[in-house]
């Protein structure tokens, strides 16, 4: 496929479709935050999202669009929150789902995934193995595959930039978690839509390079993976996204888990919030670029809140320990 931004009048509908099945997410100012980054910070929280994650938001306009043409079912692999997205919403226009995910994947979100009633297959060692099994099942048994990345799924993600840039008209710059590339690439396109001039930031896991490595090279580039960060844990990037990100030449901000982690713990100090890993990566990119980006006024993405309880503690104990 030749993929292309969706446009201010495709955007506006799936705000429409969006708004019918959850509400719109606050953007906040929280004044420790800005203190502690010395710069006006805006957080979109997508972490209040039915599924406690952004992804939702494509998987509502990409079933509207199937329900016209209802498949036998669908399938799809994941870490997380895109499953989520397809349980949930499978779940709510009466289609079945089939989730796989690789061994040792979140419990949590395992369970909740399954509570949607999608059938759970665990497989692999990681995503890309996953991946490969799904698309296996898909030919295997008439199942229609929804990949992690898809001009549907970018369209519907994209309601959460507009909603931000009409929040904060003023932003310079915006820092979004690079998974399979959904989220910077929605917004992309409502920075493009309403003619912002703000910069779209991608926020990539030092453990999960494929993005950085695939824009240098000019195609998608297979990186190991080892982080802590499941929603970043992607060791091959999508070509459409790549293409995406090489056209608008965004710029990467790396992230170690240390860093990380000290961002969830800042959420909760802060805010009260709380953050999964993936979820605070872009607060600690700008947290990491503020003194040297001259930004005054940025927009973080609070992208997802399903975090594991024993990593979420080992935040706090990190804390303690210093």
């Known amino acids: 496929m030749t993929f292309a931004l969706p446009s201010l ?27 502690e980054l010395g710069l006006e910070l805006w957080v979109k929280h997508e972490n209040h999202a039915p599924t406690g994650a ?6 509502i306009t990409y079933f509207n669009g199937l329900r016209r043409n209802t498949p036998y079912g669908v399938i799809c692999a994941t870490r997380g929150n895109h499953g989520a997205s397809i349980a949930f ?11 796989v995910v690789p061994h040792g994947n979140s419990a949590f979100k395992n369970a909740a995934m399954s509570a949607y009633g999608a ?19 898909a030919a295997r048994e008439g199942l229609h595959m929804i990949a992690s990345f898809h001009p549907e799924l970018v369209r519907g993600v994209a309601t959460a930039g507009l909603e931000l840039f009409e929040s904060a008209p003023d932003l310079q710059a915006v820092y979004a978690p690079i ?40 195609r998608p580039v297979e990186s190991p993976v080892a982080t802590l960060a499941d929603g970043m844990a992607v060791r091959l990037a999508d070509a459409d996204a790549v293409a995406a990100m090489l056209a608008a030449k965004v710029r990467f901000v790396v992230v170690s888990d240390d860093e990380i982690l000290v961002a969830m713990r800042d959420y909760f100090d802060y805010t009260r919030n709380v953050a999964e890993p993936a979820g605070a990566a872009s607060l600690a990119a700008a947290k ?22 024993d990593v979420f503690a080992s935040t706090f104990a990190a804390a303690f320990a210093r």
């Open 9 to 35: 009048a495709r955007l506006r509908d799936a705000a429409h479709e969006i708004r019918e099945v959850m509400p719109e997410t606050p953007a906040y100012r929280w004044p420790l935050l800005e203190r």
């Open 54 to 59: 952004f992804k939702v938001r494509g998987g």
């Open 89 to 99: 919403n499978a779940a709510r226009t009466g289609i079945a789902a089939t989730i």
């Open 119 to 137: 059938r759970l297959i665990e497989h692999g060692h990681d995503f890309q193995a996953a991946l490969e099994r799904a698309r296996e099942l």
């Open 179 to 218: 998974g399979m590339g959904s989220g910077v690439c929605g917004l992309l396109a409502a920075r493009d839509a309403l003619g912002s001039q703000a910069e779209v930031v991608g926020v990539v896991s030092e453990g999960a390079a494929t993005y950085v490595l695939s824009c240098q090279a000019g």
């Open 288 to 309: 990491k670029d503020a003194r040297g980006s001259g930004y005054m006024r940025v927009g973080v993405v609070l992208s997802g809140g399903n975090v594991e309880l």
